[in-house]
């Protein structure tokens, strides 16, 4: 047998390490298809030249980051997945540049079989590195998967404790990042860190209809293998199910219409994806602010942001029933910080 | 409120200037998604072998340059837009290349409140420029605007006068820019400038049916954000309305086959969307010789000529109906000068 | 008449050389689209990093140097093609980098009028070069194509004498490849040369439907004109032909599953499209082993292998029927040499 049939529950071991395959070099190109697949606007991405003002030299969108770093992860991790369950303590460490080549590495950090015997969940800490071996990103991660053989014995039980909130003075600014002299005109909005309150909230105004197109060339550009992107024949319904990173980086261009100076991501705190998400379904985005502080760098700020994808029809800011399941037509809620002038 | 709902007609002032927001650098990526996303061959744009042979250090394809621009301009001009009514005066200033940086501005130069109080026509010269301020493109447009509040007074009307062609004596022909030498073969045809006669049609043969996911992903990576393009719930019909410039791109990319040696764009003397394009729609084109003239620069001839996308059912050459209406099927009636060897 | 009609079988003259138009400079960008239309992870192509330890200097994929020389001879030799009928004889000469700018010409070497008297077979050598006028790839292509005038004259029948197999030793292998310190894990499988048997069959187990955007981007990418690819108005039902390499980039990126290790292709022995494809069309592959030699490269084996697509809903493994007809849902039969670490 030469494929690979992806791993089961019972492949797993706490406190292994795996090395995920076929590193990637992000050459330039991916700027902008990222540009094509997603209404991004954001000025440090868009623009060198805005971004040497701001001490970066033309760094990736840091969900491109996130994406390659998460494609790596999918054979060993979550090819036999039924379901994603949750993301914590992600921080980004250092941009991501043309040129670069990313790895990955996962440990396992964490196992509990179901009680129906047939599944379990793992945890497991990504860690993305650059070709000289420095960490760019790492996050937790957990995913329930199946058991291949649902006669193996059940591990024992670790569940890691985690943080709610990524610490905000764990979180790391960029070397030379800075927003002396930045330009809130050409940024396309002036408001800053001062003018955001905790508990606002902002509709993000813009919608985008996604097509099956797009959700595979983005899901196969981060080298995602999972089976249900890109196989109509994979479900009964004859459904691709769009990559819930497709969903995140829709809702982050989105959230420029509100949230333009939030340049940079710096933290991933966690993120549900709440419903699935299908070709033809149109998207829009809010967002919440969480919380709010500053950074050891003079004049960058942290927001802590809840933002949130939901289809068109859904009520805009109704995020769970009073039962405290999400609304219908709720599809993410994710929960990060991100770097913004104060 | 953080969002940003566009300016109404009465927002603009004759005289102002526009600042636009997010300066966009383009990388070289563009190059193979614009070859991706239109049939384009010219081969000044598509081997910088060919270019460097022309004295030019591999620009990028001249409609790239307009629609950065012209996408830029969104957000303060059309994005409470009727319809974009017409272009003028617009001349290529020179050439964009990977790693430029562009910006644009717009000057206001006419307004004219509609008779029904509810709107009116907003005229502005737009200057695309690049990371050393040299321009690289300037146009005139205007569109028609919704007011607001209708209640608003009327402006003083201020009607500009504009060229109905660009003199030819004033087009740019880029530093440098040679045809001695030029390789008819490997350019794809024998005609030159003297083979091309005033009044001359061509029918251009091939023909393209247009996908959603293409004119999207093209329109966004242009970073024009009129919701009528993405979001199918914003029109009753929930149709998405095609970009015009995924039309001009398209139309131009088809006219190779004809005129394959008009390899610059230098003036855009007018155009019109003459009805809307929308995805399933097949498209030929046509162009006519409208006149020729040589440039200052020997071996350097220019074209002006009327270049016209349908659909595939309408009958070739068939611009007008007798009422001097747009016969049906006609999308684009474009009036530009190229270069070409003479 | 300033548009191309396309040659018709009596165009042609056994011996002449057809020089193609538009040479074509690979950016780098395509590397990235690359990767979003197909589900493409073989590590020499995915990272510069990689490649280098394999001595490489971050080549394209050779079925990149395969299309772009490919679209190149579309316009002179298949645009009045009823049918491509098969290759031989190919070779990889040499990889093709970022920056590369290709030219193609076809040598006629074969002509048969048909038996009916409107049409007949070519047969053709071509060959891409880059810009030092290297050789990058050759191969011998036959196609169908229709007679202009059927009153013309049938030519003199001449058949070539075709190689069924690229003789092993005839075969590059690029100059400086090692895969000396070859990392296996890296490359996402441990299977090397000396693991597969002749006669041996991989099902790739992954699946992709087609959509529509997709495979007119890849071919347009190509700048392959081919109208039955783009024009929903050219066949009588209404459908879009996919162009046979996007079926076997598509198929050689699933082969990845099994193959990972097969990193250059090296020689194309002959290939079969044996049915056409269609958007919604749903590909699964499957290879078998025809063959292992050791080139004369210390670590650098080839295995000769049989790649074929087939509709999900066809049977593994089922090639052909006992008629010698291909089985319903076959779409490709490729024969071709790959390079793998012993």
């Known amino acids: 047998m030469k494929t690979n049939p992806g791993r089961f529950f019972e492949d797993y071991r706490v406190g292994e390490t795996i090395r995920h395959a076929v590193p990637r070099t992000l050459l330039g190109g991916e700027k902008a298809l990222y540009h094509a697949l997603y209404p991004a606007r954001h000025a440090v991405h868009s623009s060198d030249d805005f971004a040497a003002r701001c001490g970066l030299a033309g760094p990736f969108d840091d969900l491109i980051t996130f994406h390659t770093v998460f494609g790596k992860t999918v054979p060993d991790i979550s090819l036999n997945a039924i379901a994603n369950l949750g993301y914590a303590e992600g921080r980004w460490r250092r941009p991501v540049y043309p040129g670069d080549t990313l790895t990955a590495t996962s440990e396992v950090i964490g196992l509990k079989q179901n009680s129906n015997g047939n599944s379990g969940v793992v945890w497991v800490r990504t860690t993305g590195r650059n070709q000289r071996s420095e960490a760019v990103l790492d996050y937790v991660r957990w995913v329930m998967v199946r058991k291949g053989d649902t006669g193996a014995p059940a591990p024992e039980t670790v569940v890691p404790e985690l943080s709610a909130v990524v610490a905000p003075e764990t979180l790391s600014v960029p070397n030379g990042l800075t927003f002396d002299g930045y330009d ?27 097509e099956e197109a797009e959700h595979m060339m ?97 009520e805009p800011f109704g995020l769970k029933g009073e039962d405290g399941k999400y609304a219908p037509g709720v599809l993410l809620d994710l929960d990060y910080w991100g770097l913004i002038p104060t």
């Open 218 to 314: 983005a899901t196969r550009l981060w080298q995602n293998t999972a089976k249900v992107h890109f196989d109509a024949t994979n479900r009964e319904d004859g459904k691709r199910l769009i990559y819930g990173g497709h969903v995140i980086s829709l809702a982050r261009a989105l959230s420029f219409n509100g949230l333009a100076n939030v340049q940079l991501l710096a933290g991933l705190n966690g993120g549900s994806h709440a419903a699935p998400c299908f070709a033809g379904d149109t998207i829009s985005a809010w967002s919440e602010v969480l919380d709010k502080v500053e950074t050891g760098v003079p004049g960058v700020g942290a927001l802590r942001l809840r933002l949130v994808a939901q289809k068109a029809e859904a």
């Open 184 to 210: 809130f005109e050409l940024a396309g909005e002036p408001h800053r860190w001062r003018d955001y309150t905790i508990g606002e909230k902002i509709d993000h105004v813009d919608r985008v209809t996604i």
